[in-house]
Nanobody
Framework: QVRLQESGPGLVKPSQKLSLTCTVS??????????WSWIRQPPGKGLEWMGA???????YYGPSLKSRTSIARDTSKNQFTLQLSSVTPEDTAVYYC???????????????WGQGIQVTVSS
């Protein structure tokens, strides 16, 4: 069964760039038929799909964060990454990576998820 694990700094200062990595095991990020997503959940709010990368490397972004988000992958390490620029305290959230057959992931019942990583934006 595929496993996903988020990693990165838990604290980022305002105006800086947030960078996270999702390491995948027991499954390849180039496997046909899957999308690899980043989703976040701010405190007291619902899940927000940020974007995804397909098995062929195609990249898709959600509309609300598109201008600040960058998703990439390293197939040699079986990892994909998230960068969010110009962060503010409103970007404080638990960030998840996930795999699903659907492009957009909105519920934890969809696909396979990492455990999530808390990222706080504060000076």
């Amino acid at each position: 069964q595929v496993r996903l694990q988020e990693s990165g700094p838990g604290l980022v200062k305002p105006s800086q760039k947030l960078s996270l990595t999702c390491t995948v095991s027991a499954g390849s990020i180039t496997a046909v038929g899957y999308f690899w997503s980043w989703i976040r959940q701010p405190p007291g709010k619902g899940l927000e799909w940020m974007g995804a990368i397909g098995n062929d490397g195609s990249i898709y972004y959600g509309p609300s964060l598109k201008s600040r988000t960058s998703i990439a992958r390293d197939t040699s390490k079986n990892q994909f990454t998230l960068q969010l620029s110009s962060v503010t305290p409103e970007d404080t959230a638990v960030y998840y990576c996930a795999r699903d057959e659907a492009l957009v992931v909105r519920e934890k019942s969809q696909g396979s998820w990492g455990q999530g990583i808390q990222v706080t934006v504060s000076s």
